[in-house]
């Protein structure tokens, strides 16, 4: 699904760096079963972790192939979100959809 082989390098950013893949990987996990609510998690995590390796990167080919991963993991997270809303959107009407004695006036 991802290659972060040639992200890993024993530099100061490896900490963050580890800890992102890490995520991504489980995100990976998550995603594959299904799970996507603890996918969405994951991959949140993962973004903000490698943005903190970007932060702190010094290279800039590094820094590069970090935006990038973290593009597309923050790509695949939007795309996990907005499936999740509209299940929950399709939820919500089939739950409450018919005459509920709610009524609406929310405004």
């Not at 991959?43 to 800039?60: C, M, N």
């Amino acid at each position: 699904l991802f290659f972060f082989g040639a992200l890993c390098d024993p530099m100061s950013y490896v900490d963050f760096v580890s800890l992102a893949i890490q995520r991504a990987q489980e995100g990976a996990t998550y995603d594959q079963g299904n799970e996507y609510e603890k996918a969405l998690a994951s991959y949140t995590q993962a973004v903000q972790t490698f943005l903190l390796a970007i932060k702190h990167e010094r290279d800039p080919n590094r820094k590069m192939m970090l935006q990038i991963k973290t593009k597309e993991l923050l790509d695949r997270a939007e795309r996990i979100k907005d499936y999740l809303e509209t299940q929950n959107a399709k939820k919500d009407a089939s739950d409450g959809g018919g005459g509920g004695a709610g009524g609406g006036g929310g405004g």
